[in-house]
């Protein structure tokens, strides 16, 4: 879902950095640092009402780019990929400059009219940052792309089409991490008829190069029955469609090599993980994370995470507002932010984000 006000940009994309910046310690008391609003307002086109799926990268000390995709709303063929410049004034703030499109999928031949989703910016070297997206008549039927910006975002490359190797998406909704200099690990996800599913692909760049030599899948990632939510068996020919499973995965290492990722859940109570022990190669089946509660309604909400320099890992998710269930308007309306301290083996909530009262139609999800 969109963020439900029209022509209003959150930009928790950007507070979560400055989390990164300024919480290495949290406490329950602390405050949030920076709040505000992404500023101006995309006036063009006028129908322009609703935007989602907020992505961040640092170009220098100074200078941000944040992308999201927007239009009248979410699945509609007017629905871009938009990109925002800010820079760091004299004062210490941040000015961040008029919006503009970086895609549309009618630049792509044979993907005119159809809407773009879930762009995912990331540093690749000092040199290219990369733009991953995704463009299709809907999730269940995306194609994944890449462009490549070699200015801090100032101009960007043509789209190459990822599907070209072996059917890789690129990372769903949550950054890469990376493995080393020339490769890196992305979270991706099928939305199919039946089922969500999460696969890692691992891409592998040529040296000193932003071309990518190979992409390799893993399996689809085990999900054991007894964690899966009730499944709603209907005689109608929509009763099948999406009834279970996890996408969206976010990454980070832990302890030994290892890494973890935690995903949002189609109907399941919490959130879930799953760790490897190989980079990546392959994964152990999911488990329950029983102290992150999978807010956001029946399908849940985005999430995403990053692990700080002294090994403490930030999670930051909704929760399900009091009095509020699963279902119900406004069950993305609180953000809080997590804390692990031993590499993800348990969370506790420091910091309330956005608690904008359920009745208002608020959304502040996908961070």
Known sequence: MFVNKAKFIFFFAAFFIYSVFFFSKLSSNQDVV?????????????????????????????????AYFGGTDEGKSDVKIWLSHGYKNDDDQWDWYEPFVVEDSNKIIGEGNKPCYNPVLFRLNEKTILLFFKIGISPMKWKGYLKRSFDGGETWSVAEDLSKYGGAVGPTRCKPIRLSDNTILCGSSVEGLVDWYVQMETFTFHSNSSNISSVKKSKPIAIPHNILGPTKIKKDKKSLLNRTGIIQPTIFFIDNGLIKIVCRGKGTKYLVSSVSNNLGQTWQPVEQEISLTNGGGDCGSGIDSVRLENGNILLVRNVLPNDIQNGQCGDRSKLVLDISYNNGQNWKTVLTLEDTPAQHGMQHCYP
């Not at 920076?34 to 006028?46: C, G, K, M």
């Not at 322009?48 to 200078?63: F, G, L």
């Open 34 to 66: 920076l709040s505000e609003q992404l500023l101006p307002l995309i006036s063009n086109p006028i129908n322009h009402k609703r935007v989602h799926a907020a992505t961040i990268a640092e170009v220098s000390e100074d200078h941000l780019i944040t």
